[in-house]
Structures are given as C-alpha cells and as structure tokens.
C-alpha cells in the first residue's frame, strides 16, 4: 500500500488555466504539507495542515489554495496559472505537529506540473 | 534565519568506495538536522535524523552521519556505496516551531 499517494503525477496546462492536486495519506497522521521543489531541485515548504486545520502558509500567492476534506487528505487547487508555477510539487504527511516539525516526513511521489 | 548549505553539486563516486556529503547549517539555537534521500522520479525518503546526544548517528541502508557543533557540520558518511544509492540526497534543519529548511541537494552518481 502507497503510504502517501498524488494525483496526478504529470500535469501540463496552459497559462491561465486552473488546476487541482490531490494528495492522500494512509498513514492516520495528523499533519500534512505542500512543498515545491524548484528547476533547481530547491524544495521548499508552501503550506502545512494540522488536523484539518491550516498552521503554515510560507507566503505563497493567494492562487494557491490548500483544502483539506479530512486529516487524510490534502488538495492543493491553483488559479490563474502562471509559467513560474511550473515546478515539482510534493505532499508529505507526518503524525502530529504538536511534537513538532521534527517529525520524520513521508512524501508522496510528486506532481510534476508544467505550464506552458 | 536558518539556512543550509550543501557545497557539491554533483559527486560522483565508485561503487564500493567510501562517500562524504558535505552539509553546513546555520541556525540560532540547538538544531535538529535530517539526511533525505530522493530517488528518480520518488519522493524524499528519510535516511537518519539528530536531535541530541551521541553526535554520530545511524540510519538506513549503511549511512550514518556526524554532527560537529564547532563546525556546524552534520556529514553523510557511507563506507562503501552501492549502485543503488545513486540518488539527490538533500540536508535539512529545523526545529520543534518552525518547518524544515532543505539544502538545495547533492546528485550523487555510481559508476562501475
């Protein structure tokens, strides 16, 4: 079984578009998050979720915007799509943030989203 | 702030040679530091984590690291590599409030 899984794992879209990401965990963690790793390999926290409840948003555009149904799951929809947004994009999952973030982190395979 | 720095870009080693992957942290206050380990197409997996006490810590697949507080060093060490681990491997620090800050990664190739 997958621990934590991402759909899709390509994405490729036109400026402007909007797109969704899904990510599940099956691990009966509490806390998930949002990273973008860059062209460069550089990876970078966007948003970190808590029992449903958001905890971090590392100053990322308000056309991001993480949803999380239950503390299983963990959405990330895009508006506006812009060629910067291309990048890979990896959901992790660790089992509670209030022991903090140094928890060990699963992460989920990535979605390599491309915007033309 | 806290920062990380891994100096190599690209190293490329035989396989059973021995390994070092450099890693230097920046941070205010006692820092909790992470080895991942990112195979093509795979998401990071973790390889050892130190928080505190014995500064020489064990992980999986043969690798350990070093945490030297003088020289806010915290290497990756394998004795012998393996085709297999050719990988990103990425440096990582943090703290019980704040999320993890990522080296920008060193590609580690095997050759025969």
């Known amino acids: 079984d997958t621990a934590v899984s991402q759909t899709p794992k390509y994405l490729v879209t036109q400026m402007g578009n909007d797109k969704s990401i899904k990510c599940e965990q099956n691990?009966?963690?509490?806390?998930m998050y949002w990273y973008k790793q860059d062209s460069k390999k550089f990876l970078k926290i966007m948003f970190s979720?808590?029992?449903?409840?958001?905890?971090i948003n590392e100053t990322v555009p308000n056309r991001f915007s993480p949803k999380s149904p239950d503390k299983a799951h963990l959405n990330l929809h895009i508006n506006s799509l812009e060629l910067g947004d291309s990048a890979v994009y990896f959901c992790?999952?660790?089992?509670?943030?209030?022991?903090?973030?140094?928890?060990?982190?699963?992460f989920g395979p990535g979605t390599r989203l491309t915007v033309l | 702030a806290q920062s990380v720095t891994q100096p190599d870009i690209h190293i490329t080693v035989s396989e059973g040679a021995s390994l070092e992957l450099r890693c230097n942290y920046s941070y205010g206050a006692t820092p909790y530091l992470f080895w991942y380990v990112q195979s093509p197409g795979q998401g990071l997996q973790l390889l050892l984590k130190y928080f505190s006490g014995d500064t020489l810590v064990q992980g999986i697949k043969g690798f350990e690291a070093e945490f030297k507080r003088s020289q806010s060093s915290f290497n990756l060490r394998k004795p012998s590599v393996h085709w297999s681990d050719a990988a990103e491997y990425f440096c990582a620090v943090g703290s019980g409030n704040t999320p993890l800050v990522f080296g920008k990664g060193t590609r580690l190739s095997v050759i025969a």
């Open positions: 979720y808590n029992n449903k409840e958001l905890i």
């Open positions: 992790a999952s660790s089992q509670d943030q209030r022991s903090g973030f140094t928890d060990t982190q699963y």
């Open positions: 691990l009966g963690h509490d806390t």
